[in-house]
C-alpha cells in the first residue's frame, strides 16, 4: 500500500545547525510529495511541495528535492533557527487523488 | 479570510459516551476531511467528504462516523467512547476534493479526552 516513513524524533538542534529530517516513501502510483509543519498549539500548515521527479520544494529556508529513484523527500535546512521547534510531517498524495498519507512526524526542539 | 475553524477545542469525555465534534471549512472549500492524531500513530486518515459525500473512508471502525451539510461545514461524530479514541482530531479543508489542488488546510484541532 502507499506510505510515508520518517524518521523518529525527538532531534534537538543548536541554534544554526544543520538539518535533515529523513523521509521516504512507498506508492503504488505516481505521488506529490509534501512537508507540512505543526507549531505548539497550532494545527498543520504546509511547508513546501514538489510535485514530480526531480524537482525542489523550498519555502522558509527549508528545501526538499522529489528523488524518485531512491523513493525520498527529505527535508533540509542550514541553519535552524528557535523558531523551527515544531513537529514536521512527510506527506504524499497519488495523483488519483483518493488521500494524503502522513508520517509519523518528527519533533524538533532547536536550543539557544 | 478565514481560516478553517474547529469546535470545542478541549472536552473530555467518559468511556461509553458519544461526543459530535464541528468543523468549518475555510469558505468556498468544498472538501472537508478528518484525522486523528495520537503521539505513536501519527496522523490516520478518519474521512473525507465533498459537497455532502463521503468520498473515502479510512480504516477506522464504524463507531466513527460524519457527515456534511449545504453550506460545506462538517461534523463528525464518535459513539460508544473507549479509552484509545483519546486523541487531538483534526479537520483540514481543500478548494477540490482529495486536496488535488495540492494543499490542505488545518484547523487547530479539537482535544478529546475519554476517561
Known amino acids: 500500500g502507499d506510505s510515508v516513513t520518517q524518521m523518529e524524533g525527538p532531534v534537538t538542534l543548536s541554534e544554526e545547525a544543520f538539518l535533515t529530517i529523513n523521509c521516504t516513501y512507498t506508492?503504488?502510483?505516481?505521488?506529490?510529495l509534501f512537508w507540512y509543519v505543526q507549531y505548539p498549539g497550532e494545527g498543520l500548515q504546509l511547508l513546501l511541495k514538489?510535485?514530480?521527479?526531480?524537482d525542489k520544494g523550498s519555502n522558509k529556508g527549508f528545501e526538499a528535492t522529489y528523488r524518485k529513484e531512491t523513493t525520498s523527500f527529505h527535508l533540509e535546512k542550514g541553519s535552524v533557527q528557535v523558531s523551527d521547534s515544531a513537529v514536521y510531517f512527510c506527506?504524499?498524495?497519488?495523483?488519483?487523488?483518493?488521500?494524503?498519507?502522513f508520517g509519523t512526524g518528527t519533533s524538533l526542539t532547536v536550543i539557544p | 479570510k478565514a481560516g478553517v475553524t474547529q469546535t470545542p477545542r478541549y472536552l473530555i469525555k467518559t468511556r461509553g459516551q458519544q461526543v459530535t465534534l464541528s468543523c468549518s471549512p475555510i469558505?468556498?472549500?468544498?472538501?472537508v476531511s478528518w484525522y486523528q492524531q495520537t503521539p505513536g500513530q501519527g496522523l490516520q486518515f478518519l474521512f473525507e467528504?465533498?459537497?455532502?459525500?463521503?468520498?473515502n473512508k479510512g480504516n477506522f471502525p464504524g463507531r466513527f462516523s460524519g457527515r456534511q451539510f449545504s453550506n460545506s461545514r462538517s461534523e463528525m461524530n464518535v459513539s460508544t467512547l473507549e479509552l484509545g479514541d483519546s486523541a487531538l482530531y483534526l479537520c483540514?479543508?481543500?478548494?477540490?476534493?482529495?486536496?488535488?489542488?495540492?494543499?490542505?488546510?488545518f484547523g487547530e484541532g479539537s482535544r478529546l479526552t475519554v476517561l
Open positions: 469558505s468556498g472549500h468544498r472538501s
Open positions: 467528504y465533498f459537497s455532502e459525500t463521503q468520498r
Open positions: 506527506a504524499l498524495i497519488l495523483n488519483t487523488g483518493n488521500q494524503f498519507y
Open positions: 506508492a503504488t502510483g505516481y505521488p506529490s
Open positions: 483540514a479543508s481543500s478548494l477540490v476534493a482529495g486536496g488535488l489542488a495540492g494543499e490542505l488546510f
Open positions: 514538489a510535485t514530480k521527479a526531480d
